[in-house]
């Protein structure tokens, strides 16, 4: 998005420019949408093109504030680049290819226009990244705070599509990149704000980023998917061990976790030695990692580990399937196994 020839709009907000001005200054900073998309915006609903040897596949995620983010040591375009980023790595989850999508955003009247570029600068930059088309949406008046929510429509093969449930007895249990940084960063943001902190050391700005810049693993979970490797997949918004658990559920197995090998950052070591905690609780706690956490027959690991390294994904085996009534549970120090009883993030548990 280029800038601005009009100092004005700097000072401008949303009351004065109006619904109708503020799509048409959107709708003039979006790019041409790729061949895959037949109408885009500007009409009443899009159209996308599908071979007939495909399935679509749709995912939408809402972010309201002070509910799933605030705007405290982040930025408007953060806001936006999560915000797509989280529905791609559910796509990713599924083993397919985002085309397009279509975001639904809310904000106050007051607020500054320059935010609103803001948000789709960090929206573009990301759908620049992995080629995929915005293609509609639409724009309201918030009583109080920004609510964003997209929705990314993609493809996978017919059939093809990963689920939670194909998890078997004696599958190995795997994990892309590392775990934990996204929940501490965002510890580090919420002590800032209540203790009116300094700035932050290189340490906790790495942490930070992971927290607002999330990566969608979708180049590993097209292939997991295409090759037909991973038995089932999800993503982990939640955290390593409430994700888990749903993954277990729908398969209707157990897991058994080696804590020792799970993926943790040198700087959420250094972070969790500081705080004298332990990593691993970082990493199992930790929601909104949107890391992939999948399974493969042992017969396939071994292939499965060889196109990680060839396409530059890290990927760590944490773990095996084992049967539903052995339940879930983490291989300690020592060797010491326990039932997994920590718990991740979860909507509705909070005062609000």
Known sequence: MGAEPDARFHRMILNRLGEWG????????????????????????????TAAHRDLIATTDLLVETVDF??????????????????????????GRPVAFLVGLALPGRTPVRAVDEIYDGLMSLAREHRVSLIGGDISASPKGIM???????????????????????DR???????????AGLEILKKAKTKRRSKPSGIESRLIHRHFFPEPRLTLGRLLGRRGWATAMIDLSDGLASDLRQLCDAGRVGARLES?????????????????????DY?????EDFELLFTVKTT????VEAAAR????????IGTIVSRGCGITVIGAGGREAPLTLRGYEHFTHPW
């Open 22 to 49: 503020l799509l048409q200054r959107i709708r003039r900073r979006i790019p041409a949408p790729s061949k895959s998309v037949s109408v885009g915006i500007g009409d009443d609903a899009a159209v996308l093109r």
């Open 148 to 170: 964003i929510s997209v929705t990314v429509l993609g493809e996978v093969e017919r059939g093809r599509a990963v689920r939670r449930r194909g998890a078997r007895v004696g």
């Open 300 to 303: 396939d690991a071994a292939a």
């Open 70 to 95: 605030d705007r405290t040591g982040g930025s408007f375009r953060s806001i936006g680049y999560k915000a797509l980023a989280v529905n791609l790595s559910d796509v990713a989850a599924m083993g």
């Open 310 to 317: 060839r396409t530059g994904s890290t990927i760590t085996p």
């Open 283 to 287: 990493a199992l706690r930790g929601g």
């Open 173 to 183: 249990l795997y994990v892309t990149g590392a775990l934990g940084d996204s929940r």
């Open 260 to 280: 020792d090998r799970l993926p943790v950052s040198s700087a959420l070591k250094a972070y969790a030695r500081r705080m004298g905690r332990s990593a691993s």
